[in-house]
């Protein structure tokens, strides 16, 4: 079985600049997260999607970041525009069950955003 | 609000020793609590998690976790420790009316050879 794809792996931007991270879930599974992971702290969720509709996003900072989920396969997020702190690791991950807490999340392997 | 603790960023252990890395936690109602590891440059793996049931939990390569309600704790632990269990540990919490899923902010475990 596949796990979670993410891509690009690495990327670094100017501040200001825009820049939008792509995520492939884990055949089948309904449910696909975002997180953002700074460097020294624990992973932090941003947004959650239960297939193509949202099911928590208070975390996420909407007036520059924004997800999607459309077809409620893979998904997009988009930082626009980039600020300093937004430097991180950015982790997906997916699960089979809905809402409810018990079920197990897959992470894919990343992407690194730098912001110069 | 919900929280989880991490109280060590840092545990080294000899190889063969047996290995805890502790986690406390504070959640309204009922916990679902997991344990998760990162290798450098990879993502999160999952170890093993606690529903409901019995509080010892086994789960991959060999580690087991503590559940205790009392202590409002979730320790992991390894009988004997091996050099490639080097890694940073985390562990996060769920209740069971809410959406969020919060991370501690990990321990490095080191396994010294």
């Known amino acids: 079985e596949a796990g979670v794809a993410q891509s690009p792996r690495y990327k670094i931007i100017e501040k200001r600049q825009s820049v939008a991270f792509w995520c492939n879930p884990i055949?089948?599974?309904?449910?696909l997260y975002w997180y953002q992971q700074i460097l020294g702290q624990g992973p932090k969720l941003l947004i959650q999607?239960?297939?193509?509709?949202?099911?928590?996003d208070s975390q996420l900072p909407k007036d520059r970041f924004s997800a999607e989920r459309l077809k409620g396969v893979d998904s997009t997020l988009k930082i626009q525009p980039a600020k300093l702190e937004d430097s991180a690791v950015y982790l997906c991950?997916?699960?089979?069950?809905?809402?409810?807490?018990?079920?197990?999340?897959?992470f894919g392997p990343g992407t690194r955003l730098t912001v110069l | 609000a919900q929280s989880v603790a991490q109280p060590e960023d840092q545990v080294n252990v000899a190889e063969g020793n047996p290995l805890t890395v502790k986690c406390t936690y504070s959640v309204s109602g009922n916990p679902y609590l997991f344990w998760y590891v990162q290798y450098p440059n990879r993502g999160l793996q999952f170890l093993l998690k606690?529903?409901?049931?019995?509080?010892l939990v086994k789960g991959s390569y060999g580690f087991e976790a503590e559940f205790n309600k009392s202590q409002t704790s979730f320790h992991l632990k390894k009988p004997s420790a091996l050099v490639s269990d080097s890694a940073l540990y985390f562990c996060?919490?769920?209740?069971?009316?809410?959406?969020?899923?919060?991370f501690g902010t990990g321990t490095s475990l080191t396994v010294i050879p």
């Open positions: 055949s089948g599974h309904a449910t």
């Open positions: 606690y529903i409901t049931g019995d509080n």
């Open positions: 991950a997916s699960s089979s069950a809905g809402t409810g807490g018990t079920d197990t999340q897959y």
């Open positions: 999607f239960q297939n193509n509709g949202v099911v928590d």
């Open positions: 996060a919490v769920r209740d069971n009316t809410g959406n969020q899923f919060y």
